[in-house]
T-cell receptor, first 115, second 110 residues
């Protein structure tokens, strides 16, 4: 595997379900990101991790819970979601060099539908 | 706050040249990225500008004016496969934060 991979690619869940999205990067990067992409809206940054430490939480509701066990893996745990949370969830990674800008490489995304 | 503006849609003819504009108002600006995103796929990096001026990469060029808060992406010799959404993103702050525009959906016609 190369680049940034995400699983599952598609997910349908009910509002009472608990599920997790997984992201893995094979680029040797130390920063990882979760974005939400809804129709007709800009990509919205959700969380940033640098060297496994969360450095940005963009006022994301607590029903989204990120986890970064190491620099190569990132999870997004989902529980009691709402229909408006249906969107494409993109993971990205980049070098964590200070002074940037650091090009971000994106995974293919998970298309999430909340019923 | 952070604000990125770009046109929603553009249409151009195969073989022609198209310019996609982007204006930004951000604090702590450190550079401007352009990404291409085909429907149902991941955004892929096209170019970035840190200093004023033009950066050329094959059929794609990007320009930045920091004083005017303005950038454009120039696509030459358009091909049908260039039909995609083009995302403008400002790199801000001392960390790794990218603020994206809504994207410009480009349609290339025969």
């Amino acid at each position: 595997e190369t680049g940034v991979t995400q699983t599952p690619r598609h997910l349908v869940m009910g509002m009472t379900n608990k599920k997790s999205l997984k992201c893995e990067q094979h680029l040797g990067h130390n920063a990882m990101y979760w974005y939400k992409q809804s129709a007709k809206k800009p990509l919205e940054l959700m969380f940033v991790y640098n060297f496994k430490e969360q450095t940005e939480n963009n006022s994301v509701p607590s029903r989204f819970s990120p986890e970064c066990p190491n620099s190569s893996h990132l999870f997004l745990h989902l529980h009691t979601l709402q229909p408006e949370d249906s969107a494409l969830y993109l993971c990205a990674s980049s070098p964590a060099r200070r002074g940037g800008p650091n090009e971000q490489f994106f995974g293919p995304g998970t298309r999430l539908t909340v019923l | 706050g952070q604000n990125i503006d770009q046109p929603t849609e553009m249409t151009a003819t195969e073989g022609a040249i198209v310019q996609i504009n982007c204006t930004y108002q951000t604090s702590g600006f450190n550079g401007l990225f352009w990404y291409q995103q085909h429907a149902g796929e991941a955004p892929t990096f096209l170019s970035y500008n840190v200093l004023d001026g033009l950066e050329e990469k094959g059929r794609f060029s990007s320009f930045l004016s920091r004083s005017k808060g303005y950038s454009y992406l120039l696509l030459k010799e358009l091909q049908m496969k260039d039909s995609a959404s083009y995302l403008c993103a400002a790199f801000t702050g001392g960390g790794n934060k990218l603020t994206f525009g809504t994207g410009t959906q480009l349609k290339v016609e025969l």
